[in-house]
């Protein structure tokens, strides 16, 4: 959808307040969900405990042979599962196993996935199957999109976050190359998706949390059932859930990236409004010495652009505490080196990856800001408003004091897989280029029209229904 389109406010709120994610539950138990990305669609199936049934799915499919991909974790505590069920079921199959951190998402490694499928009798008619967090889905996804300029992929996620955020609901794949992030891949969307929340099982606290801080951002973008999901969850169980809130949780969380993805399948327009947080949380995952996971991360972030959001006068101390309660439930952690970091996460926040779709404007770093919860600013067709750095460095301070207050109480790990948390010890570039690609410009009407100044009274309301 182009550009212009996305100024119809009217539009999108009725969007919003009448979406309903295409499902069904199935004879056999599994619920299938249809995931739209623009016009190409295609099924997630989910369930609890029900990976015969999934692989019953996956069988469907006209294929020779399936091609496995772990990384170290998986392959050890999901792969023994899965290829049990695949053999009874008389699925072939081949693996490979990749490294579990960013510092293995390289071309490198994906040569050697190529190599081992081609090596290992892979066709056109194998079908690529990830097996793991977002790391295993990018690389493998990248190496789908490639082989014989494209085969089939389906992905199996095992992370909460990875399940609801990549793997069911993006097309993008790519690994890091030379210093920076994602810089090397292309767009290839799943043939299905196939998703056992029981897999969730080997994951500690601080991977649930990342699952839940992107649910917590829906929260406050959409309200509705997002936040009544927070509400019964996290505010009364904190990561405590039960395999059928896992199920519940997943789908909720991909009925939220179904609604804008159909409009806006690059993320490039409204689908921005999911960078909420980011700004902060990013430049905090990749300042050195930082330890968090991604959706932690996100929701700290969070609190810097309610700071900001309060300070214009964008949201009111009563939403503003509304706001922040969410964040509070969720209880992020952050392990913050001693030395001052307020300058390094504020020269990583000017460098962040939402340059290009405004006018750069000196002194201000853009950001999208939250009037209340289920109402978002908007500026602009991009949501994005201009802040004045020294705002900016006043907000990084305010959440650093705040975090510094929390303290952080890594969790115990006795009968539990120690899982990767991430960790920006070498961190990873945007590289400049990549923050506005050719079909990313505004068309020449609407940037006339950014070329305007904005007002902190222009919002909008994405609030979502109250149940589907």
């Not at 019953?56 to 772990?70: I, N, P, Q, S, T």
């Not at 539990?416 to 923050?435: D, E, G, I, N, Q």
Request: glycine fraction near 8%; charge should be neutral; aromatic fraction near 8%.
């Amino acid at each position: 959808m182009a550009p212009v389109e996305m100024e119809n406010k009217d539009f999108l709120q009725k969007t919003a307040r009448e979406h309903k994610l295409e499902s069904k539950v199935m004879d056999n138990g599994l619920k299938e969900l249809t995931m739209h990305i623009g016009e190409h669609t295609y099924p997630v199936f989910l369930g609890y405990n029900k990976l015969p049934e999934l692989v019953a799915e996956l069988r469907k499919l006209d294929l020779d042979k399936v091609f496995l991909g772990y990384d170290e974790m998986t392959a050890k505590y999901c792969g023994p599962r899965l290829e049990a069920e695949l053999t009874k079921q008389g699925v072939l199959f081949e693996k490979c196993v990749m490294g579990l951190t960013e510092a293995a998402k390289t071309v490198a490694t994906l040569d050697m996935i190529l190599e081992q499928f081609l090596k290992g009798g892979g066709s056109r008619k194998t079908v690529m199957v990830p097996v793991g967090g977002g790391i295993v889905s990018n690389t493998f996804g990248l190496a789908a999109g490639l082989l014989f300029r494209g085969i089939r992929l389906v992905q199996v996620p095992t992370s909460f976050l990875n399940a609801h955020d990549a793997a069911s609901s993006s097309q993008k794949q790519a690994v890091n190359h030379a210093g920076y992030k994602n810089i090397v891949g292309l767009y290839h969307c799943p043939t299905m998706v196939l998703v056992d929340t029981s897999f969730y099982a080997s994951l500690g606290k601080s991977q649930m949390k990342a699952g839940l801080g992107e649910l917590t951002k829906n929260a406050a973008l959409f309200g509705g059932v997002h936040l009544e999901l927070i509400k019964k969850t996290v505010a009364v169980k904190g990561t405590h859930l039960s395999g059928e809130d896992l199920v519940e949780a997943t789908f909720t969380g991909i009925a939220a990236k179904d609604m804008l993805l159909r409009l806006d399948p690059r993320e490039k327009h409204i689908a921005l409004l999911f960078e909420y947080g980011h700004t902060i949380g990013h430049a905090l995952e990749l300042t050195e010495g930082t330890v968090t996971s991604h959706g932690e991360g996100v929701a700290i972030g969070m609190l810097g652009a309610s700071f900001i959001a309060n300070r214009l006068g964008i949201m009111s101390d009563a939403d503003k505490a509304a706001h922040d309660q969410l964040i509070e439930w969720l209880d992020p952690e952050i392990f913050l080196p001693e030395r001052e970091l307020t300058e390094e996460v504020l020269d990583k926040v000017l460098h962040d990856n939402k340059r290009g779709y405004i006018a750069e404007k000196e002194g201000h770093a853009p950001f999208i800001l939250n009037k209340r919860i289920g109402e978002m600013h908007y500026p602009n067709i991009y949501y994005l408003e201009y802040v004045p750095v020294p705002l900016v460095k006043e907000a990084i301070e305010y959440v650093l004091a705040r975090m510094r207050k929390r303290g952080y109480h890594p969790e115990a790990t006795e009968g539990v897989p120690k899982v990767a948390t991430r960790r920006a010890a070498k961190p990873l570039k945007r590289h400049p280029s990549s923050f506005v690609y050719g079909d990313d410009l505004p068309e020449p009407k609407v940037a006339k029209a950014l070329e305007q100044g904005v007002s902190s009274e222009h919002t909008i309301s994405m609030r979502a229904p109250d149940k589907f």
